[in-house]
């Protein structure tokens, strides 16, 4: 049995990312003003509103593209792939495409990463039912990368605290200076959690997945819920969120193209 996808699978799952992210985008623009704003109080309700919604998106993404079990983890890390790097993209230099105000994208931002956040959830729920020879990941080692995840939620936090008003704040092409460094942080990042887990290259993505799962959620509801821990300033946080989103999709692409090109080098 292959656990990769075919061509068709792959563009189907790239297809199905760029509509989660157009219907996210919407509705954002659409809902802004009474859901995405610091005086509403529904933004708790929303977030737990967005759980089923979000199951009940990837789950029929995956009906429809008749993808197996074992291959669901892979399409929800290409859709997640597309839909961060484009919400990353847009927030950051086309951010009217999501409201008039700051605070309308940044809240947006934080609903979105949680909206990716929960996809993931239910992506390695489908994978603990996959067996794949000689590999097993453990309590301990989901553990180590939850772990792990915290961590990097919490180094990026502190950068974009410590950073927020030189970087995101910055004027004309300095503003693509913290996007450089987001493909070897999320190497790096992927590298750490193999190293201390012992996991083959052929799981790169699941590794990937729980390690983010992890950060993703944290950041949605803390961007949510208490913008402040990341800067005193709106635009920053808005910034640092799109950073953040950015960063994300790059690890899930580096973690695809490692564990294609493994699984292409064992055959």
């Not at 597309?82 to 700051?102: E, N, Q, R, S």
């Not at 603990?128 to 080692?141: A, E, M």
């Not at 201390?196 to 799981?203: E, F, I, R, S």
């Amino acid at each position: 049995m292959s656990y990769r996808l075919s061509i068709a699978s792959y563009l189907w799952s790239v297809f199905f990312g760029l509509l989660f992210w157009l219907l996210a985008a919407l509705f954002i623009r659409f809902t802004g003003p009474t859901l995405f704003s610091e005086a509403s109080p529904n933004r708790l309700l929303l977030l737990i509103a967005s759980i089923p919604v979000t199951y009940l998106f990837f789950w029929t993404a995956n009906r429809i593209a008749d993808q197996h079990p074992d291959r669901a983890i892979q399409s929800l890390n290409i859709m997640a792939f597309v839909a961060t790097i484009l919400d990353g993209i847009a927030l950051t230099w086309f951010g009217d495409l999501y409201g008039p105000t700051t605070e309308i994208r940044l809240f947006g931002a934080a609903w979105l990463l949680w909206g990716v956040g929960t996809g993931s959830i239910f992506a390695l729920i489908l994978s603990k039912k996959i067996t794949i020879p000689n590999v097993h990941i453990d309590t301990k080692k989901y553990l180590i990368l939850i772990g792990l995840g915290v961590g990097f939620w919490a180094i990026g936090v502190l950068f974009v605290n410590l950073l927020g008003e030189p970087l995101f704040l910055a004027d004309g092409l300095a503003k693509v200076i913290p996007f450089l460094f987001s493909t070897p942080n999320a190497f790096i990042c992927i590298v750490i959690g193999r190293w201390l887990t012992k996991l083959p290259t052929t799981v790169m993505v699941r590794l990937m997945l729980i390690m983010s799962t992890a950060a993703i959620v944290l950041d949605g509801f803390a961007l949510s819920l208490y913008p402040s821990l990341y800067h005193g300033d709106l635009l920053a946080q808005q910034l640092g969120s799109a950073w953040i989103l950015f960063t994300f999709g790059i690890g899930f692409l580096v973690a695809d193209i490692w564990e294609g090109v493994e699984g292409r080098s064992a055959k």
